[in-house]
């Protein structure tokens, strides 16, 4: 019986995210924005991305090419999400490209979790440098010491 309630609150708890995702996409009204994502920014996904092609993060973000840094276009990528909005994790993360990889991920999210603050995600491994605000991350915080 337990088990059967495990298994229908997951679904439940399914059928809401993609509700608000829903509810995200409806927001934008037809915005075609190349930057604007309704992708949930979760330290599963930056994670994911790590080491990743372009066209890896282009999928990740629902086909968009995001928007390209003025100061050096061809290897950033820059994407905003309002997902915080609609129950996930939302704000402006950045993808540094070395040639068709991802050489640094940084971003700035808020969303579950972070208390109503800014949290930060930095991946840089040249400069030995990876640091997460999400609860529970196995990197260590970037800003905010966890569990406040």
């Not at 927001?27 to 890896?56: H, N, P, V, Y």
């Not at 090419?65 to 609609?86: I, K, Q, V, W």
């Amino acid at each position: 019986m337990k088990l059967k309630l495990a298994v229908i609150a997951v679904l439940v708890m399914v059928s809401c995210v993609e509700a608000r995702a829903g509810d995200c996409e409806e927001s934008l009204g037809g915005d075609d924005r190349q930057f604007i994502t309704c992708t949930s920014f979760t330290e599963s996904l930056l994670m994911s991305l790590e080491g990743a092609t372009k066209k890896e993060v282009i999928a990740a973000m629902n086909g968009k090419t995001g928007r390209r840094s003025s100061d050096d276009p061809e290897n950033f990528l820059h994407y905003a999400s309002p997902a915080d909005g609609f129950g996930g994790y939302g704000g402006d993360t950045y993808f540094e490209m070395t040639g068709d990889r991802v050489t640094r991920i940084y971003g700035s999210v808020t969303g579950p979790g972070l208390h109503g603050r800014d949290g930060q995600f930095i991946w840089y491994p040249s400069q030995n440098d990876q640091c997460s605000d999400f609860p529970g991350s196995r990197y260590r915080a970037c800003k905010y010491k966890r569990g406040e």
